[in-house]
């Protein structure tokens, strides 16, 4: 369980070509095919990317990246026809997304608890909710989906198959949350089990308590004066894992969830223009100096699940929690390009099973050490007007 391309030979060749670009439409990562050397060595392997000079191969034995030159004339010329064929990798950053209108929701009661049903999610509570928190549950629930898919990193969230519907379990109070399994000093957690890289089940906790929802006499309602933004983390989590990234470090998981927690949402519309200001406003919020103590970047990257764990309860977790914030946002919005595709790639590495080291090793860090990655972060927040100093 998870608490994530010669005149004499020239018919031949134009034939060849139309046959190459023809298998180059159907050739999608995933498909396996056989390729060849430059010294007539032969693979089978599953194209997973490829750009001008490099090609990213999916084989029994793991993930290979050769450079294009090595491959036979003939796979040169597949990838060249492919690449062409090929989506573009990014599309134009999201200034946001809406969810207009009135939501269909659906209510049903089963012995006392009550299930509320969107087009992407069910929301279960012990209590039957008024309209007002259900019509605003519901918009939340699905702008949140809509902006980690409007993502331009690769993202592509799609409900589990069984019931068609994201699960999240509320609980009345904090007791009754601890009592079913909820983490000491969490406000609300995602539980998954998987079986090796295929998800089996996995469902939102979190008490009403931590919502922005309070309790008038037997009935809950939004209380406008509380932030709810702790839904919006596991949501993330929620539809980011099912996605099917089991594989991920717990400095990405939750640095992706603060960041859509730090995105403004009101009334079913999550903005993220002005990004990094709105990262910044969030990990200062209520902090005594003018700077953030982050955590180092080499231990933030390489921090077990078991120790991010024991920060909840020992005082440390809001500092894990806005250094992979800061981390995760300089990556995004600061790094190289300012696009997020070294993200993007991360990502489509890990979908393709590379393991998690290699694949922040080739995308993330692309041959720096963790001290120059550490100077890159602090120099670049330091352009955007934030200091950052790197505390032990």
């Known amino acids: 369980m998870t608490s994530f391309p010669l005149p004499s030979a020239l018919a031949p060749a134009l034939v060849l070509t139309a046959l190459l670009i023809a298998g180059a439409a159907a050739q999608s990562p995933g498909a396996s095919r056989i390729w060849t050397s430059s010294d007539g060595k032969k693979l089978e392997a599953v194209l997973v990317d490829a750009d001008a000079n490099t090609v990213a191969l999916k084989t029994a034995s793991g993930l290979f990246k050769l450079p294009v030159s090595r491959l036979s004339a003939e796979d040169q010329a597949f990838l060249k026809a492919w690449r062409g064929q090929a989506p573009q990798k990014l599309v134009p950053w999201p200034d946001k997304v809406e969810v207009a209108g009135d939501l269909a929701i659906e209510e049903k009661e089963n012995e006392g608890e009550f299930s509320y049903f969107s087009p992407h999610f069910e929301f279960r509570s012990p209590t039957r909710l008024s309209n007002s928190v259900v019509r605003e549950f519901a918009r939340m629930f699905e702008a949140t989906y809509e902006g980690v898919k409007a993502l331009p990193v690769g993202f592509n969230p799609m409900p589990p198959q069984e019931g068609g519907h994201f699960l999240t379990k509320l609980f009345a109070t904090r007791e009754a949350y601890l009592a079913a399994g909820g983490l000491p000093g969490s406000g609300g957690m995602f539980s998954s089990v998987s079986r090796g890289r295929e998800f089996v089940s996995g469902s939102i906790s979190v ?71 709105n990262v910044e406003k969030a990990v200062m919020q209520n902090q005594p100096v003018n700077q953030f103590q982050m955590l180092p970047v080499e231990k933030l990257m390489t921090i077990s699940r078991e120790e991010w764990a024991s920060s909840l309860q020992d005082g440390g977790a809001a500092r894990n929690y806005h250094s992979a914030n800061v981390l995760m946002t300089y990556f995004l919005h600061l790094d190289g390009s300012g696009t997020g595709e070294s993200v993007g790639a991360y990502l489509r590495d890990l979908q393709a099973g590379t393991d998690p080291r290699q694949a922040a090793a080739t995308h993330l860090l692309r041959e720096r050490d963790f001290p120059a990655l550490a100077a890159d972060v602090r120099e670049k927040w330091r352009q955007s007007g934030f200091r950052i100093e790197f505390v032990p």
């Open 207 to 277: 008490p009403l308590t931590s919502l922005g929802v309070e309790q008038v006499g037997n009935r809950f309602i939004i209380d406008p004066g509380k932030d709810s933004g702790t839904l919006v983390h596991e949501i993330t989590h929620q539809v980011a894992v099912m996605w099917g990234i089991y594989g991920a470090p717990i400095w990405f998981s939750e640095g992706i969830a603060e960041y859509m927690q730090s995105a403004p949402y009101s009334k079913g519309t999550m903005r993220f223009s002005n990004m990094t200001g």
